[in-house]
């Protein structure tokens, strides 16, 4: 069974063939894989031709090896990253993984074109991600957990990338699973976090997680409030990890001359953004954006997901079988006071 994206925002679960698996291949049963808003976007604006299966914040156990695999074995309990750059081509000798032909490349299929398949029961791990893209989950650690280590490891790039420093005032803005993985992995910095996002609980959850403050953008002045805590300047860095209409113009508003401004939700080619050109020319801002996973950190984000360093396992809201998929879309699409990361675990079908 998975659930299959048939066009026009639809999805449907259906009765698939168990995928066959080829040489230096690995056949997973998928336990968990997360809905993630990626996915989310290609469906509900039809991105990509159909029949497809999606899914991609995979966890599960290895059933079958192909000929040649050595490094796992059936019953060994694993996440898979759907992506692995070839490490050897021009933008790979850069670190700028998500640009490399080979890491565009889906590894990991439940059938038809590959799409991650993490919303089918059994997926097929190609040989290219056997050998770089597959952790294993040690026992005790909830497969549900385990499947954000994917997400982790985005952020975490992003953190990286972003550099802040211990003195430094970073802005969040938005606080849902990903915003706040952000406000989690921030911490660790030493930086003073500030957040914002519309819904109260996840405020509470941003102040648990470590922001010093955390508002609703509709109700505060965010610039001017970014502005009293950091020396009338403005905040030093801002991470936009939700998208919304003039949220980046906020984020302008909000910090410093010579701050850099980290776009992480804008990822649909059609969303379009207008500033001011001064605002980045003149004011020396540096606008600059970070995308997917990075494999160099693939074993730390592994690591501090299943170690429980990050409390990732407060993130998630809603475990739905697989045959209420449809509502656990509509629901990460549309969230409530109770919402937060969604997880669908296949094998459970009611």
Not at 6 to 23: A, D, F, L, M, W
Not at 179 to 205: K, S, V
Not at 308 to 315: K, N, T
Request: proline share 7%; with cysteine; net charge neutral.
């Amino acid at each position: 069974m998975a659930a299959v994206y048939t066009g026009n925002g639809r999805i449907q679960v259906q009765s698939v063939p168990v995928p066959e698996i080829g040489p230096g291949e690995i056949l997973v049963r998928v336990e968990a894989c997360g809905i993630c808003h990626t996915d989310l976007k290609k469906v509900a604006h039809d991105l990509l031709p159909p029949p497809r299966i999606y899914g991609h914040e995979t966890a599960g156990v290895v059933v079958r090896v192909g000929e040649g695999v050595a490094k796992f074995r059936p019953g060994d309990r694993v996440v898979a990253f759907h992506h692995i750059p070839c490490r050897n081509c021009f933008y790979c000798r850069r670190k700028l993984y998500a640009q490399c032909e080979t890491y565009k490349r889906v590894g990991i299929t439940a059938g038809f074109e590959p799409a991650g398949g993490g919303f089918g029961q059994y997926v097929r791990v190609m040989d290219w991600i056997v050998r770089d893209g597959v952790e294993p989950i040690p026992d005790g650690v909830p497969f549900e957990v385990a499947s954000l280590v994917e997400p982790v490891n985005t952020v975490l790039k992003a953190v990286v990338e972003a550099a802040p420093r211990p003195d430094d005032v970073v802005l969040v803005q938005g606080q849902g699973p990903i915003g706040l993985m952000f406000t989690m992995l921030l911490r660790r910095t030493g930086c003073t976090i500030l957040a914002t996002d519309t819904i109260p609980r996840r405020l509470e959850l941003a102040r648990r997680f470590g922001a010093a403050e955390a508002w609703n953008p509709l109700e505060t002045d965010v610039p001017a409030r970014c502005r009293a805590l950091a020396g009338g300047r403005g905040v030093d860095q801002v991470i936009v990890a939700a998208s919304a209409p003039g949220i980046v113009q906020q984020a302008i508003a909000a910090s410093r001359p010579g701050s850099k401004i980290l776009l992480f939700a804008q990822t649909s080619e059609a969303e379009r953004i207008e500033l001011s050109g001064a605002d980045i020319c003149k004011y020396e801002r540096v606008l600059f954006g970070v995308y997917s996973a990075s494999v160099d950190l693939q074993a730390e984000s592994a690591r501090l997901v299943m170690s429980g360093e990050l409390p990732v396992q407060d993130l998630i809201s809603h475990c739905l079988p697989l045959t209420a998929i449809r509502a656990g879309i509509k629901k990460a699409m549309h969230p409530d006071a109770d919402s937060l990361k969604i997880i669908v675990q296949p094998q459970r079908l009611s």
